[in-house]
Nanobody
Framework: QVQLVESGGGLVQAGDSLRLSCAAS????????IGWFRQAPGKERSFVAV????????THADSVKGRFTISRDNAKNTASLQMNSLRPEDTAVYYC????????????????WGQGTQVTVSS
C-alpha cells in the first residue's frame, strides 16, 4: 500500500507558475501509474494529467495541455506537476493518485490518493 503526500500549493496571480510535488512511501513507486486530479468548489474531481510507470508516456487534459507538465522520478519516489501560465479557472484542490493496474483518466482507475493541496489563482 502506498501513501501519497502533496505539497507546493499556494496563492498566486494569473500568469504565474507553481510546481506541485507528490511524495510516495510504503510501496513500490515504480509499479504505479501516477495521476493528478483537481476539484474546484461545487464541482466533481476532474482529470489533469497521468504518467506511466516508467515515465515515458504521459497524457494531459485539453484544458491544461501546453501549460502543465507531469513528471516523475522513480529513484526519489516523487512525482511533480509543473503549472505555468496559471489562470483563475485553475483554482482547485489538487490531488495526486496512484493506479496499480490502469493508466487512466478516470477517478475510478486509481487506488490510492493524497490529501490534496490548495491552488488559488487570483485575477
Amino acid at each position: 500500500q502506498v501513501q501519497l503526500v502533496e505539497s507546493g500549493g499556494g496563492l498566486v496571480q494569473a500568469g504565474d507558475s507553481l510546481r506541485l510535488s507528490c511524495a510516495a512511501s510504503g510501496g513500490t513507486f515504480s509499479s504505479y501509474a501516477i495521476g493528478w486530479f483537481r476539484q474546484a468548489p461545487g464541482k466533481e474531481r476532474s482529470f489533469v494529467a497521468v504518467i506511466s510507470r516508467s515515465g515515458v508516456v504521459s497524457t494531459h487534459a485539453d484544458s491544461v495541455k501546453g501549460r502543465f507538465t507531469i513528471s516523475r522520478d522513480n529513484a526519489k519516489n516523487t512525482a511533480s506537476l509543473q503549472m505555468n501560465s496559471l489562470r483563475p479557472e485553475d483554482t482547485a484542490v489538487y490531488y495526486c493518485a496512484a493506479a496499480n493496474m490502469y493508466y487512466g483518466t478516470r477517478v475510478g482507475n486509481y487506488d490510492y490518493w493524497g490529501q490534496g493541496t490548495q491552488v488559488t489563482v487570483s485575477s
